[in-house]
């Protein structure tokens, strides 16, 4: 089994992530509390009570375990490839794949990757949704300590299951959402390439910004409803399940509420998406 598209798939997702995670905070926040009126707001509260450092709220856990994530992403996604179609990474520029075999590879890359990232999602969100400022002396310390204590807490408190919250809406989200992320990719990519040929930097940045924009635009009323997901059994349980949660989300904020943090969550992918997508193909070029 190649293993370059596992290694690719470790780095260029670390390199996306921290260039997007302040951004992530923000969308995160926005989509489960009520405090903030808007994007603008939501930045000016963190920074003025938190600093600089209430932004990477969140990210160490994320960063370890993007390896893991990452490289079951792509190089479930590219192994399934060759599954299905019998061509390796660098056959597939001379016999492209067909779409329908993208999106079930997109697919199960998507469904794979979910169940690793669940539990490392969770203490993401719920280290970046503790609006206290870090050490400051004096002041009441917040509920998580860090990435460690919260999972310990997590597990403490809720069980091995608590740490799995929300992995059923994370499912839902990523497995048919990271299918429309690689045939955008692919889409694009043949679109602007002649036959044959690599892929431009430029063609690969755009392709990975605007594949990272569609997929996260169709993954938005599902994204909300993990974040809540997520938050439900801090304190007492609200929700019952993935259905009930949308169902009363719906009934006490709209139809709207499935679009919260759309806009952040796009200005943020198309960066964290270009990059991600460009140094995968430059690692692949350069180790084969
Ligand atoms: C499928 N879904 C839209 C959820 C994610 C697609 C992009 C994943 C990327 N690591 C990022 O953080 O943007």
Partial sequence: MPVEEFVAGWISGALGLVLGHPFDTVKVRLQTQTTY?????????IYRHESLLGFFKGMSFPIASIAVVNSVLFGVYSNTLLVLTATSHQER??????YTHIFLAGCTGGFLQAYCLAPFDLIKVRLQNQTEPMAQPGSPPPQYRGPVHCAAS??????????????WALMLRDTPTMGIY???????????????QNPSSATVLVAGGFAGIASWVAATPLDVIKSRMQMDGLRRRVYQGVLDCMVSSVRQEGLGVFFRGVTINSARAFPVNAVTFLSYEYLLRWWG
Avoid: N
Wanted: proline share 7%; hydrophobic share 30%; glycine share 14%.
């Fill in 93 to 98: 520029r001379a016999q492209p794949p067909s």
């Fill in 37 to 45: 009126r808007g994007i603008v707001d939501c930045m000016v509260k």
């Fill in 182 to 196: 690689f045939i955008t990719y692919e889409g694009l990519c043949r679109q602007y390439t002649p036959e044959g």
């Fill in 154 to 167: 997590i597990f403490r408190e809720e069980g091995y299951r608590g740490l799995f919250r929300g992995a």
